[in-house]
């Protein structure tokens, strides 16, 4: 099975702009959640979507927001980029596994640098 | 509220093992995880264990779990180079529900 696919992998953008990341889940896959990493933070969780619905949400600005497509793939969208979003955006899907968890499986990341 | 904690650094020598630990704070943690993240790259599952079980062995990787205490393990058994890098502990609860809360990950260095 290919495993989850993030694109672009690279980003950069200055301050003010607005910028969409891309997400495919694992094929069979229908929940994505997105998590922001940063040095100082760690690792935060953004929102998660199921079946095109924002299930869960983090404590994160109203600048943040996605989507979910009827095949899985999930968008994250940042509006009026600042310097502290700089992040490793990573997205993560999970399905129910044998062992009942929805254990989450994560793609490799989109680097957003904001000048 | 929910917090997540872990040793920031561990240094072992290689067939060494190691073992990289965490406690948590929420009592209504229903799974708890290990990930691994290389340079560069995304998090990599290595297992989970049910917040009802004690311990879970999975080839060189065995996670003891002691609900009383909120404390959580992985020990790496025969530590090898390729086994370098920042490990997170992490947790789902009823509270939080579909939302992993992560450590701020352990960072393994092994010397050959």
């Known amino acids: 099975k290919a495993g989850v696919t993030q694109t672009p992998r690279y980003l950069i953008k200055t301050r003010g702009q607005q910028v969409t990341l891309s997400c495919s889940p694992i094929s069979g896959h229908r929940s994505v959640s997105w998590y922001q990493q940063t040095p100082g933070q760690g690792l935060q969780f953004l929102f998660e979507?199921?079946?095109?619905?924002?299930?869960n949400k983090g404590n994160f600005p109203g600048r943040f927001s996605g989507r979910q497509f009827s095949n899985s793939r999930s968008e994250m969208n940042v509006s009026t980029l600042e310097l502290g979003d700089s992040a490793l955006y990573l997205c993560?899907?999970?399905?129910?596994?044998?062992?009942?968890?929805?254990?989450?499986?994560f793609g490799p990341g989109t680097r957003l640098t904001v000048l | 509220g929910e917090d997540v904690e872990q040793s920031l650094f561990l240094s072992v020598r290689e067939g060494d093992s190691s073992v990289i630990n965490c406690t948590y704070t929420d009592s209504s943690s229903t799974y708890l995880y290990w990930y691994k993240q290389e340079p560069g790259a995304g998090l990599q599952l290595l297992t989970y264990i049910f917040s009802n079980m004690d311990m879970k062995q999975d080839q060189r990787l065995t996670v003891l779990l002691n609900k009383k205490d909120k404390h959580l393990s992985l020990r790496i058994a025969d530590t090898q180079t390729g086994d370098s890098a920042i490990y997170f502990c992490a947790e789902t609860s009823n509270q939080a529900g579909t939302a992993l809360i992560f450590g701020k990950g352990t960072t393994l260095s092994v010397s050959s």
């Open positions: 993560a899907s999970s399905g129910r596994d044998r062992g009942s968890a929805d254990t989450q499986y």
């Open positions: 979507y199921f079946s095109e619905t924002q299930r």
